[in-house]
């Protein structure tokens, strides 16, 4: 009976132990991602991208897969080929307008 109680409490601490080391290494609900941001922030910039990339999919006056769409901290980053600057313009002002975005860095290059 001594030994299956040793080995059962054994076992627990062994499960038990990788889940501390889990929480106390950043993968609980406080942690940080690689880049510095928490969990949080960097959930809000996916969000934002994905909000951003979606008006852009939608609105036929440009071509959404030429440009990809990047977030840090509110900072919208666009990068790739338009046909012209009345496009690169379109896809700034759709960027602007999501919320939670802060600054729109538009690195649209003019490409016929």
């Known amino acids: 009976m001594r030994i299956t109680t040793g080995l059962i409490l054994a076992a627990l601490f ?3 132990y990788g889940c501390a080391s889990a929480v106390s290494g950043g993968y609980g609900q406080g942690g940080r991602t690689d880049d510095g941001r928490s969990y949080a922030e960097a959930r809000a910039d996916n969000q934002i991208t994905a909000a951003v990339n979606s008006l852009l999919v939608r609105d036929k006056r ?3 897969m030429d440009i990809r769409v990047s977030t840090f901290n509110g900072v919208v980053s666009l ?3 338009v046909p012209d600057h009345s ?3 379109v896809a700034q002002s759709l960027a602007a307008s999501v919320d939670g975005v ?3 860095d538009n690195n649209l290059r003019v490409s016929p």
């Open 14 to 16: 062994v499960s038990l």
């Open 62 to 64: 440009i071509r959404a």
């Open 79 to 81: 990068e790739g080929a």
């Open 87 to 89: 496009a690169a313009a």
């Open 102 to 104: 802060q600054w729109v």
